[in-house]
């Protein structure tokens, strides 16, 4: 007994350690690859030579406007794949802080994207800011979602509606859609389940041409069972910019 709680131990203080050297090698590298504010990701574009020099995996870049959310994406993929993600940080250091993954069902471009990170004890950190995005004060704040790829550049999504629903939930474990029509029923069905909607909810997903959902844990308690979920859509081109407004359903 006494060997198990000292060999706990010195597991979880090797993974406070990783996790304290991910989170300054993690805003290091924002500012080394785009600069020293995350709207550069779409201005300037992205040094992709860097970050690939760094980790062959990595797919995109994520920002998210009104939270800390910066970070690069990755993709799993040989002996990296099946969660290795959620406790290996960008450079495969273990780390509590992980690195956000895109589903791999889906691809960087898919009408689908579901990208996963974790909700941590550092309250600015990971997807941590979108964990209560369930609720109405904190999905008010949350702006453009802003999705940029090595080979596609940098796509802008508008926050549509926000769910808690249970971990295994199958409704959102649909990538493809024979036309828009289709991902627009998509749409609608999950915001059945939506605690938060735009107030344009019906304009945006009638003018949706692609859905981006940002999957994190409630808490970062280990065991949840529920996943926050908030979903984004890139819209059609049309003549004059779109405002999005928040309500409470």
């Known amino acids: 007994m006494m ?10 203080g090797i993974m406070a ?26 201005k300037e574009g992205i040094d992709w030579p860097s970050l690939r020099k760094e980790n ?11 939270t800390s959310i ?10 990296h794949a099946g969660g290795w993600y959620l406790k290996h940080d960008f450079w495969g250091r273990a780390s509590t802080l992980g690195c956000p993954y895109i589903d791999p069902r889906c691809t960087t471009e898919a009408s689908h994207i579901l990208i996963y990170g974790h909700t941590v004890d550092a ?31 940098d796509a802008t999504f508008k926050p549509l509606m926000a769910i808690n629903v249970d971990a295994l939930y199958p409704d ?35 003018r949706a041409r692609r859905v981006l959902s940002l999957v994190t844990c409630p808490s970062p308690h280990e065991g949840e ?10 819209l059609q081109a049309r ?11």
């Open 70 to 79: 910066s970070y690069p994406v990755t993709s799993e993929r040989g002996e």
């Open 3 to 12: 060997l198990t709680a000292t060999l706990l131990a010195a597991t979880a």
């Open 123 to 153: 309250p600015d950190s990971m997807f941590t800011p979108l964990s209560h995005a369930y609720e109405q004060q904190t999905f008010s704040l949350i702006g453009d979602a802003h999705w940029s790829t090595t080979e596609h550049g």
């Open 239 to 249: 003549s004059r910019p779109l405002r999005t407004k928040h309500f409470q359903p």
């Open 17 to 42: 350690a990783g996790t304290s050297r991910s989170l300054s090698r993690y805003s290091t590298l924002e500012v080394e690859v785009i600069g020293d504010s995350p709207n550069n990701a779409a």
């Open 172 to 206: 959102i474990q649909q990538f493809r859609f024979a036309s828009n029509s289709g991902l627009r029923s998509f749409l609608r069905s999950l915001s059945k389940d939506a605690s938060c909607c735009a107030e344009n909810k019906e304009e945006l997903i009638e």
């Open 56 to 66: 062959p995996d990595v797919v995109g870049w994520l920002t998210v406007e009104g």
């Open 225 to 234: 069972c529920t996943r926050t979920i908030v979903i984004f859509v890139q």
